[in-house]
């Protein structure tokens, strides 16, 4: 499957990119594979700043997306290939890549650089994209999750939406909302395969429902009466005040539904504000309040999610792309992307740096929903996502190699039975037996 992957990035990477691809003399040219959403496009075009400010170096962008980008860049990471300087990735791949020799050890070059200010980006961040106490990759934003609703409508049926709801309370609005079908729907929930799609809201349901995936034995749980009713409860709740063809709608299907007012309410990623609130993609921008994410056991269920630089252990260019990645992650390039006239305050990356909200310009542009994002990020714990012990860190995976797979594979079921084409407890039960499998090597 390498081979295969390598071969199709050796050919996006001939087609793709900024800057020139023949060698200059004196003349260093560093390689960035970049996951192709809006904010990671604005770099791209501030990045001619940069070698303009440092002549020596040009950049050539891999631009892929997100499926692509995980991909490739694991493909050539793991098998050394050699063919990035720079590669996006998330607080998933780092800590793992980092104990597996194959990311270069950033703390000596953060250490080194006047005014890059580590300490400022937002602890559980940080924390997130470190190993034995050093940083291995850098953040470009993060994200937790929250639930966005429609602040008219709300107020049109008389409901107050409370300062930390609860799931119970979410499923009892989102039915007085519903118009029925082929009208407005209560809600938007995730419902596409992937352990990126459905399985990163549903994870935070099953964590605050006091559900997890193994005990601290590697034992599998996904059919313990916790994990069974929180997902029955999301998948009902779907299934009956959800949008139409929940079962392959996704983030992108989402923000859709919810900016073109199909929805009343959407739980989802805290990077949607951005959107949602841009009036040339949204007809509700204006009109959106923004509370936690929904809880039941849990004093907090929001994920942590970070897009972040590192540098592949083969690059042979580190110190011209430290130089690139301080400059796309230091805070003067969220003052950059900010004054920018074609970017503006409302796409800076944010959830990277505790400064960015101190900002006045940006309060002013996210004052409704800036502070949740931070509050959300500060409040998630990866170490103990749950109400129950468990022996693996991360709040919407699982951070272990297998859960690429296992995660998806259990998406799949879930998928299905929001499809109506298996029952619940028929999910759950194959599901369980992927999770054995997985707990097994672990026990051993």
Not at 39 to 58: C, H, K
Not at 415 to 420: K, T
Request: aromatic share 10%; proline share 7%; with cysteine.
């Amino acid at each position: 499957m390498f081979g295969a992957l390598l071969a199709s990035l050796a050919l996006v990477a001939g087609c793709s990119g900024a800057g020139a691809l023949g060698a200059e003399e004196g003349v260093e040219t560093v390689t960035v594979a970049i996951v192709s959403n809006p904010q990671m496009e604005d770099a791209i075009t501030l990045s001619p700043q940069f070698e303009a400010e440092n002549p020596g170096i040009r950049l050539r962008f891999v631009s892929l997306s997100e499926n692509e980008a995980r991909a490739k860049i694991t493909a050539s990471v793991a098998t050394g290939g050699g063919e990035f300087d720079i590669v996006m990735i998330s607080n998933y791949e780092t800590p793992q890549w980092a104990q597996n020799g194959w990311l270069t050890n950033l703390q000596p070059y953060i250490d080194a650089t006047p005014g890059y200010d580590a300490a400022d980006f937002i602890p559980t961040v940080r924390d997130s994209l470190s190993f034995q106490g050093s940083m291995y990759s850098v953040p470009f934003y993060g994200e937790s999750s929250f639930l966005m609703y429609r602040k008219d409508l709300f107020q049109q049926a008389g409901i107050q939406m409370p300062a930390q709801p609860t799931w119970p309370q979410v499923a009892e609005f989102a039915a007085r909302l519903d118009q029925g079908e082929g009208q407005r729907r209560g809600i938007c929930l995730r419902g596409k395969p992937g352990w990126g799609e459905v399985m990163a809201p549903l994870d935070t349901v099953i964590n605050t429902f006091g559900g997890r995936w193994f005990d601290p034995q590697w034992r599998a749980q996904l059919t313990s009466p916790e994990v069974r009713q929180a997902v029955q409860f999301y998948v009902d709740l779907v299934r009956q005040h959800g949008e139409p063809g929940a079962s392959q709608a996704g983030f992108s299907e989402c923000a859709t539904q919810f900016g073109q007012g199909q929805v009343a309410m959407w739980y989802d990623a805290t990077s949607a504000a951005g959107t949602v609130e841009d009036p040339a993609e949204s007809t509700v921008a204006g009109q959106i309040g923004y509370a936690p994410a929904p809880v039941v056991a849990t004093p907090a269920s929001g994920w942590l999610y970070s897009w972040s630089l590192a540098i592949p252990e083969t690059s042979p260019r580190k110190d011209a792309a430290w130089k690139f990645m301080s400059w796309m992650t230091n805070k003067q390039y969220i003052e950059r992307a900010g004054n920018d006239p074609e970017i503006g305050w409302t796409s800076v990356p944010p959830g990277s740096r505790q400064s960015t909200y101190d900002i006045p310009q940006y309060q002013q542009v996210s004052g409704a929903y800036g502070p949740l994002i931070l509050q959300g990020l500060q409040r998630a714990n990866p170490q103990q996502p749950t109400v129950q012990p468990v022996p693996y860190q991360g709040v919407q995976f699982v951070r272990i190699p297998e859960f690429q797979d296992l995660g998806t594979r259990v998406s799949q079921q879930v998928s299905a039975a929001i499809a109506g084409q298996i029952t619940v407890d028929e999910a759950l039960e194959q599901s369980q037996n992927y999770a054995e499998t997985v707990g097994e090597s672990y026990q051993r």
